[in-house]
């Protein structure tokens, strides 16, 4: 199947850490949640990621927070794709203990894996950037990778800057990689990852040239990508039609959209993303599509490491 005609797998970011103030449409309780997966999974988008109300919950506070909301969207839907986030707890084991919870509960073919470090920050008074480092070491990632394995997950990888995808393709290129991964390409917008001031921002800006720096490391992997652009509108910006036209994906939502002038809702968000499809002449996949290609493992069937 060419790049031209493969279908668009569409991923919609439902929430994040983005509140209110920023965005009025963002859903925090389970009963929005609910309605913005639902109506975003109608809308086009096959993947849903979310958050629950509160990043800083950990373990079984955690895993409840998101099972208010994930139980009855599976019951009314169970085939739907969907993973959560990491906790804002310290260490590995805090942000990573609620998956397994998960679960074991309802279906979960998918979850994040952030598979470096970075400064996440925004503009001080002097406008200079403050705030800290994101880290998430080697020993982090070799047991972000054998808890996929595990539970038969496939890994959806968060690329926030060039060394993330440099990890990634180490583990790809010793055959480590667990089955079921995408890598997805997280352009910094000019509003960076919390949109509380223009200027500082992370990783490469969402540029022509800097997609096709991210696609010479990824030749001849084969590995299915993505794009979104955080703290910023990603439509505005060149990646979004390049990426249909080279053979990528969409990611798209609440999550990292900013725009100080346009507040949209993810239904509306998905829609954008469903029309440049359309005007580039590639389908949307279905939810069986998107399955077959990212080669997600069967439904709760766990591998054994060797």
């Excluded at 970011?13 to 009025?24: C, D």
């Excluded at 925090?28 to 993947?47: F, V, Y």
């Excluded at 986030?85 to 679960?103: F, R, V």
């Excluded at 954008?272 to 069937?301: D, I, K, M, W």
Aim: glycine share 12%; proline share 9%.
């Amino acid at each position: 199947m060419s790049p031209t005609t493969t279908p668009v797998i569409i991923e919609c970011a439902i929430n994040g850490v983005t509140k209110p103030e920023r965005n009025p449409h963002v859903p925090l309780s389970p009963e929005e949640i609910m309605a913005n997966a639902l109506a975003a999974n109608d809308a086009g988008a096959t993947i849903i990621h979310a958050h629950n109300h509160d990043i800083g919950l950990t373990g079984e506070v955690a895993a409840r927070a998101y099972l208010d909301a994930w139980e009855p969207i599976l019951r009314e839907r169970p085939g739907l794709l969907w993973y959560p986030t990491l906790t804002g707890g310290a260490g590995w084991d805090l942000k990573n203990e609620h998956i397994g919870m998960i679960d074991a509960a309802v279906p979960l073919r998918m979850t994040v894996v952030d598979p470096g470090s970075t400064n996440i920050g925004v503009p001080g008074p002097d406008g200079l950037p403050m705030g800290g480092a994101y880290v998430n070491g080697y020993d982090d990632n070799r047991r972000s990778f054998d808890l996929c394995r595990d539970l038969g997950l496939g890994p959806a990888l968060a690329i926030y800057e060039p060394g993330f995808l440099q990890c990634v393709l180490s583990y790809h290129r010793n055959g480590a990689l667990p089955p079921g991964s995408m890598v997805k390409l997280y352009f910094g917008g000019e509003w960076g990852l919390t949109a509380r001031g223009k200027g500082v921002t992370f990783g490469l800006p969402p540029t022509r040239n800097a997609l096709l720096a991210y696609l010479d490391m990824l030749e001849g992997t084969g590995l299915p990508w993505s794009v979104s652009v955080w703290g910023g509108d990603m439509m505005q910006t060149p990646v979004a039609r390049l990426a249909l036209e080279l053979g990528g994906h969409l990611h798209v939502g609440i999550e990292e959209h900013f725009d100080p002038g346009y507040k949209p809702t993810n239904v509306e968000l998905v829609e954008e993303a469903v029309a440049l499809c359309a005007e580039v002449g590639r389908p949307v996949a279905t939810t069986e599509q998107t399955e077959a290609l990212l080669a997600l493992p069967p439904a709760n069937t766990p591998t054994v490491r060797a």
